[in-house]
């Protein structure tokens, strides 16, 4: 098996928008959550789990193929699969996991590199619509209330996109009238801004192919700023004009590779991680510019799991998935890349702070609470919730958390 094929076999779905949409205060309404940083804005998971583990409030079995994650807001679960070759967006009720509304389109995304079938981007929630990418590239808004499709374009037709090793993954980022996204597109729509109201391309930019990263939004050095790890590397984007501000060449050296984690930003600084040989980047918003703080790839070399800040630290998993030795999970310091304890052999995972504990869904289906500090990490509660194959961003919302692996979508009450 080559190492692509490994590698994706652990891959997870490649998905400040919250209470001026109405949405409630921990509702997860997008990719890594409302600020797209991982971080769980509601009441801090402070209580361990009783031995059977967290309580399942309800269960949806049988669901379809992909790896996007779970999205919930205004009480209610989006869930985007593929069933029977048919990308389906299906919205459920989050006290009973009832399914309220389902919105479809033919797909005829091949998976390569024998990586699973269905959907990777996770979808994003904002007002009244749903935005969605397949794996295909085809984009569609869609009406939160009733399922109907709004608009939907096809990037692959419009501006030839390319699925790359293992599909289009970027979770689609709205900032003001236009959604954001990576596609790898040709004729310089390496990223592209579509009106959110029409699909009506707004601006393109770049050359660049698409990664399994999604992009954030920022303020630095006092401008709003859009900030992309495409699959060269970092790109800092006027979002209302596609305008580039910034660019730093960071990948592999060798072409079976990806950019996977998406960009962290805390205050003026970026922060970027990749595997094979390429390590972590920060770079510092200047007067004049950027300036490299450090880099290195001893760090926190992280294969695909998006990485968390909480006072002046960074939460994330050293190593790759696909190779040995097992992802170590680490704590490092911002400003150094000084690593401050590293617990080795802790696995391939997504994770989520909330406060200062540390969720971890592990791929074999085990949940993991711990705390995490720069004094080290001390397990809480470990339980297994899924079965093997979890490899979807988990959602976290008003004290229920949203789990899926191939074949079932879990809800668990967090004490």
């Not at 009832?98 to 981007?121: E, H, I, T």
């Not at 904002?126 to 295909?136: E, F, L, P, S």
């Not at 040709?186 to 801004?193: K, P, Q, R, T």
Request: net charge positive.
């Amino acid at each position: 098996m080559s190492l692509l094929k490994r590698f994706f076999c652990h891959l997870p779905a490649l998905g400040f928008i919250a209470l001026g949409l109405g949405l409630q205060a921990a509702d997860w309404p997008q990719y890594l959550g409302p600020g797209r940083d991982a971080v769980y804005p509601g009441q801090a998971l402070t209580r361990a789990w009783p031995s059977g583990g967290p309580k399942v409030l309800w269960r949806k079995r049988d669901i379809g193929a992909g790896m996007s994650g779970l999205v919930v807001a205004k009480g209610r679960v989006i869930l985007f699969h593929e069933v029977n070759r048919y990308d389906t967006i299906e919205c459920l009720d989050v006290k009973t996991g009832k399914s309220l509304w389902k919105n479809n389109y033919a797909s005829s995304f091949v998976a390569g590199y024998g990586s699973s079938a269905g959907p990777r981007a996770t979808p994003a929630i904002i007002g009244d619509r749903v935005y969605t990418m397949g794996g295909q590239g085809i984009v569609v808004c869609t009406d939160f209330a009733t399922g109907k499709t709004i608009w939907k374009v096809d990037t692959q037709k419009s501006y030839r996109a390319s699925d790359g090793f293992f599909g289009m993954a970027c979770s689609p980022l709205v900032e003001g009238n236009a959604v954001l996204l990576n596609i790898g597109g040709e004729a310089g729509a390496g990223i592209v801004a579509l009106d959110k109201n029409s699909g009506k391309l707004l601006w393109k930019t770049l050359e660049d192919e698409a990664s399994y990263s999604s992009p954030v939004l920022a303020t630095l050095h006092g401008k709003h700023r859009a900030v992309f790890f495409t699959r060269t590397g970092l790109a800092v984007i006027d979002p209302a004009s596609g305008k580039i501000d910034f660019q730093n060449r960071w990948r592999a050296r060798i072409h079976a590779s990806v950019n996977a984690a998406a960009p962290l930003v805390v205050g003026e600084r970026i922060f970027v991680t990749s595997s094979y040989n390429t390590g972590a980047l920060v770079v510092q918003a200047a007067t004049d510019g950027y300036e490299t703080l450090w880099s290195n790839d001893t760090s926190l070399s992280s294969q695909y799991t998006s990485v968390m800040h909480r006072d002046g630290f960074l939460y994330g998993t050293h190593g790759r998935a696909d190779a040995p030795p097992t992802p170590a999970l680490r704590c490092v310091e911002l400003a150094t890349g000084k690593v401050r304890w590293s617990e080795d052999d802790f696995g391939d995972c997504l994770m989520m702070l909330c406060g200062d504990r540390l969720l971890a869904l592990m791929e074999t289906g085990e949940l993991v609470l711990g705390q995490a500090s720069p004094a080290g990490w001390k397990e809480i509660s470990r339980a297994q919730v899924v079965g093997s194959g979890a490899r979807s961003q988990p959602a976290l919302a008003n004290g229920r958390l949203f789990v899926r692996d191939r074949n079932q979508l879990v809800c668990l009450e967090m004490p």
